[in-house]
T-cell receptor, first 114, second 110 residues
Framework: GAGVSQSPSNKVTEKGKDVELRCDPI?????LYWYRQSLGQGLEFLIY????????KSGLPSDRFSAERTGGSVSTLTIQRTQQEDSAVYLC????????????FGPGTRLTVT | DAKTTQPNSMESNEEEPVHLPCNHS???????IHWYRQLPSQGPEYVIH???SNVNNRMASLAIAEDRKSSTLILHRATLRDAAVYYC???????????FGTGTRLTVIP
């Protein structure tokens, strides 16, 4: 079946502009996660959605970052007034309910802020 | 987050077994041990997980020390496709997220 998909695969934007990154999780997966990975680094947790519960936003680095999940499926990560330090690969993952240990990752969106 | 310690890099010859170590001396009683790997230019993929007993699946085996303060991921016959960064991660099944450190970069030599 279809895996996690993300779009766009690459995004180049100018400093100060807003960007939206999209994630389509695996159908039926109730949990959705956003991470980011800077060059040569491990993954940094950003935000977690589980069903209709309030999201865990504890990993968002600043108030310029926000995310929403519509209809319990597709999620959008928005970065406002982008900065050069926001340049990274943004990864989305999903998992079935109760199986957070087995997360399925998308290919990521490479964001470059110039 | 409970921390894990892994070597930065390891090398293996193709078709030989590989033992990737992980230390987690501060593991709690409810923490599972998860392993993921990340192939070049891809998102991480789940490999295996366990709690106390050794585990086997089609990808690898996981050997867990009796005191659970360390574990070893075993690839029985390394292939070139196994070249990746391997992450050892602790967390409960209800954890909201997985804490990925910097992992072990495995190089497979033909």
């Amino acid at each position: 079946g279809a895996g996690v998909s993300q779009s766009p695969s690459n995004k180049v934007t100018e400093k100060g502009k807003d960007v939206e990154l999209r994630c389509d999780p695996i159908s039926g997966h109730t949990a959705l996660y956003w991470y980011r990975q800077s060059l040569g680094q491990g993954l940094e947790f950003l935000i977690y959605f589980q069903g209709n519960s309030a999201p865990d936003k504890s990993g968002l680095p600043s108030d310029r970052f926000s995310a929403e999940r519509t209809g319990g499926s597709v999620s959008t990560l928005t970065i406002q007034r982008t900065q050069q330090e926001d340049s990274a690969v943004y990864l989305c993952a999903s998992s079935a309910a109760g199986n957070s240990y087995e997360q399925y990752f998308g290919p990521g969106t490479r964001l470059t802020v110039t | 987050d409970a921390k894990t310690t892994q070597p930065n890099s390891m090398e293996s010859n193709e078709e030989e077994p590989v033992h990737l170590p992980c230390n987690h001396s501060t593991i709690s009683g409810t923490d599972y041990i998860h392993w993921y790997r990340q192939l070049p230019s891809q998102g991480p993929e789940y490999v295996i997980h366990g709690l106390t007993s050794n585990v086997n699946n089609r990808m690898a085996s996981l050997a867990i020390a009796e005191d659970r303060k360390s574990s070893t991921l075993i690839l029985h016959r390394a292939t070139l496709r196994d070249a990746a960064v391997y992450y050892c991660i602790l967390g409960g099944t209800g954890a909201n997220n997985l804490f990925f450190g910097t992992g072990t970069r495995l190089t497979v030599i033909p």
